[in-house]
């Protein structure tokens, strides 16, 4: 097989572009599909001030690599989860790659600085761990960026990601949700930070291919947690869907996002006025925010359970 752009071999086939690249061309591809992602949807700007989510996977890797060789202003973000095994090596995969790069990197730690791991905080509140994981991850991510004064808020999502929550939105019917599933996400709300996601042109298979042969040393265990959660399944209905009919990933996502999507920008708030939370101030529909009050409860069980 022959690289598309050059005499090379190729390393990597992307059925749905109907095109083959060898190592050095499917970089540059990789990178210009972003480039284009964050021009096209006016994510990000030289000027802003980017705060990168990063897991320690070769998603949100890529992100920051990619977002640090387009010169962009760029701190990593990273939460110790408290997960057995997973947390200290993801930390340490996140660490190691911002003092290689000689990159500003914030770590929050979730024990140490608000008491609960999130094995301990999902059997204090009777949730399941990706519950109050995911929860706990957008909360703290968009307190980071406010306080720290930053612009943007980036995240690793991939196409499979993003197709995935559209195929679980669109099963139960989430209509707000469905108004808010751009790749680029204004604050719509003074305590709310601009979030983006600008490898949604990548598949996860692009995203693996881009760490390896960028020689980036990501993560790559998967979180114990994660086994048998619906969102896999997901994944994996649509790879059969995409192996059948090369493209249909992307023409789910993006055709929704130009065809669909527009019918639910209305539904998006749902006639729901956002406030600030009495208790921390961020934003939220009811008096408390659904965080406060997960940890309010949490905190109830563990006094109870020690006394
Ligand atoms: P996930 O929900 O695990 O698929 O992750 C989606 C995105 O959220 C990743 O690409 C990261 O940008 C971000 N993210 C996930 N876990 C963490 C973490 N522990 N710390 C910081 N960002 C994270
Ligand atoms: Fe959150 Fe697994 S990463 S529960
Ligand atoms: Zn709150």
């Given at each position: 097989?022959?690289?598309?752009?050059?005499?090379?071999?190729?390393?990597?086939?992307?059925?749905?572009?109907?095109?083959?690249?060898?190592?050095?061309?499917?970089?540059?591809?990789?990178?210009?599909?972003?480039?284009?992602?964050?021009?096209?949807?006016?994510?990000?700007?030289?000027?802003?001030?980017?705060?990168?989510?990063?897991?320690?996977?070769?998603?949100?890797?890529?992100?920051?690599?990619?977002?640090?060789?387009?010169?962009?202003?760029?701190?990593?973000?990273?939460?110790?989860?408290?997960?057995?095994?997973?947390?200290?090596?993801?930390?340490a995969?996140?660490?190691g790659?911002?003092?290689?790069?000689?990159?500003?990197?914030?770590?929050?730690?979730?024990?140490?600085?608000?008491?609960?791991?999130?094995p301990?905080?999902?059997?204090?509140?009777?949730?399941?761990?990706?519950?109050?994981?995911?929860?706990?991850?957008?909360?703290?991510?968009?307190?980071?960026?406010?306080?720290?004064?930053?612009?943007?808020?980036?995240?690793?999502?991939?196409?499979?990601?993003?197709?995935?929550?559209?195929?679980?939105?669109?099963?139960?019917?989430?209509t707000?949700?469905?108004?808010?599933?751009?790749?680029?996400?204004e604050?719509?709300?003074?305590?709310?930070?601009?979030?983006?996601?600008?490898?949604?042109?990548?598949?996860?298979?692009?995203?693996?291919?881009?760490?390896?042969?960028?020689?980036?040393?990501?993560?790559?265990?998967?979180?114990?947690?994660?086994?048998?959660?619906?969102?896999?399944?997901?994944?994996?209905?649509?790879?059969?869907?995409?192996?059948?009919?090369?493209?249909?990933k992307?023409?789910?996502?993006?055709?929704?996002?130009?065809?669909?999507?527009?019918?639910?920008?209305?539904?998006?708030?749902?006639?729901?006025?956002?406030?600030?939370?009495?208790?921390?101030?961020?934003?939220?529909?009811?008096?408390?925010?659904?965080?406060?009050?997960?940890?309010?409860?949490?905190?109830?069980?563990?006094?109870a359970?020690?006394?």
């Amino acid at each position: 097989m022959k690289c598309k752009t050059c005499p090379g071999k190729a390393v990597i086939d992307i059925r749905r572009h109907n095109a083959a690249f060898c190592k050095d061309c499917f970089i540059v591809h990789a990178e210009r599909q972003i480039e284009r992602t964050i021009e096209g949807d006016k994510m990000l700007s030289k000027d802003d001030r980017v705060l990168v989510a990063v897991s320690g996977g070769k998603d949100s890797l890529t992100l920051w690599e990619v977002l640090r060789r387009l010169g962009y202003h760029t701190t990593g973000f990273h939460i110790v989860l408290g997960i057995d095994h997973y947390s200290p090596q993801a930390r340490a995969t996140v660490e190691g790659y911002a003092k290689k790069n000689g990159l500003p990197l914030i770590v929050t730690d979730v024990k140490e600085e608000y008491d609960f791991s999130i094995p301990e905080l999902a059997e204090y509140t009777r949730r399941v761990p990706c519950s109050a994981c995911g929860l706990s991850k957008r909360y703290l991510m968009n307190r980071t960026a406010l306080q720290g004064g930053f612009s943007v808020l980036a995240t690793g999502h991939n196409l499979d990601d993003a197709a995935a929550t559209l195929l679980g939105n669109l099963l139960h019917w989430q209509t707000p949700q469905l108004g808010r599933m751009g790749p680029a996400l204004e604050a719509t709300h003074p305590k709310l930070v601009k979030t983006v996601k600008p490898l949604v042109r990548l598949t996860e298979r692009e995203t693996l291919a881009y760490a390896m042969l960028r020689g980036i040393d990501y993560h790559d265990d998967e979180c114990p947690n994660a086994v048998g959660a619906t969102s896999l399944f997901y994944k994996d209905l649509l790879n059969q869907l995409e192996y059948a009919s090369p493209g249909a990933k992307q023409s789910f996502y993006f055709g929704f996002l130009k065809k669909g999507r527009p019918a639910f920008l209305a539904a998006q708030t749902d006639g729901v006025e956002l406030k600030e939370c009495e208790a921390c101030g961020q934003t939220t529909t009811t008096e408390t925010c659904a965080y406060c009050r997960m940890m309010d409860l949490a905190r109830r069980t563990a006094a109870a359970r020690s006394r």
